[in-house]
């Protein structure tokens, strides 16, 4: 698994569950967010440099990441009640 994907899954209990619900959360997640999640997590791209080459403030791109990670984090629980892994 990659690092985040990892980092998050190893967090709890129910790794593979997790793992398979956060590849499948993050694959429903629109291209811009795929990208930025890319971008900040598996390339470590600073928040700064990615504001830079958005156009955007380092607060958006922070909010903008806070906000996808509480998407994929509503995801997650969504999909292991789903599956009757809940904790």
């Known amino acids: ?14 790794y593979e569950d997790r ?21 900040r997590y598996y390339e470590q791209v600073p ?6 080459q958005l156009g955007k403030t380092p607060a958006r791109i922070s909010k903008q990441l806070f906000t996808i990670r509480k998407a994929l984090e509503r995801c997650i629980a969504g999909r292991l009640r789903e599956q009757g892994g809940a904790q």
């Open 1 to 14: 698994a990659d690092s985040f994907t990892k980092h998050y899954a190893e967090t709890s209990t129910g």
């Open 47 to 52: 928040v700064k440099s990615i504001a830079s």
């Open 19 to 39: 793992v398979d619900a956060l590849r499948d959360c993050m694959a429903k997640l629109p291209d811009e967010a795929q990208s930025l999640l890319s971008n």
